[in-house]
């Protein structure tokens, strides 16, 4: 898989503490990230004009006719860089459209197209202090590390006219 990763050590430091955590607790601190950043981290990401929408489109549709419980298995599948169609698709995408996809989810999850939260889901200790941490960082490191982030997940798109 091809991606360029940011050599910046701090970024680094962030994206293996998030990628230390468990899978499920990645994908909440993920959530709470969206929640409480979301609105500044939108489409308009650096390099959005260059995606097109209709591709993180397209696999979010795939993933909202899901059932719930296959969209939650889908997401950890995309951390776990299980080898599907699906996470085929995903990992044929650029670092930004996996941003808009991961976007999508969140917007899906807040109207519940996609599975949401537990209410009253409570992050642990460790997830909370990435948060924290990540919170402090400007928003151009916030771009990078969530594309260093998304960037590995799913897995290799397949030669030929398979994905």
């Known amino acids: 898989m091809t991606y360029t990763q940011s050599n910046d050590p701090n970024i680094r430091k962030h994206v293996e503490a998030f990628q230390n955590l468990p899978v499920d607790e990645q994908l909440a601190l993920f959530w709470f990230i969206y929640k409480e950043i979301g609105n ?3 489409p308009a990401a650096p390099d959005a004009s260059t995606v097109s929408p209709e591709v993180a489109e397209g696999l979010f549709n795939q993933v909202k006719e899901l059932s719930h419980e296959e969209q939650l298995q889908f997401q950890r599948d995309l951390i776990n860089r299980v080898d599907n169609r699906l996470t085929r698709e995903y990992g044929s995408f650029s670092d930004t459209t996996k941003l ?6 969140a917007q899906g999850m807040e ?3 996609i599975i949401p939260m537990p209410p009253n889901y409570q992050l642990s200790a ?3 202090e990435l948060l ?3 919170k402090q960082l400007d928003f151009g490191q916030q771009i990078t590390l969530f594309r260093d982030y ?3 997940m799913g897995a290799e798109p397949k030669a030929g006219a398979e994905v």
């Open 40 to 42: 500044s981290i939108t």
């Open 100 to 105: 808009l996809f991961w976007y999508r989810l």
């Open 111 to 113: 109207n519940a197209t």
């Open 126 to 128: 460790p997830a909370q």
């Open 132 to 134: 924290n941490q990540i």
């Open 150 to 152: 998304v960037s590995p």
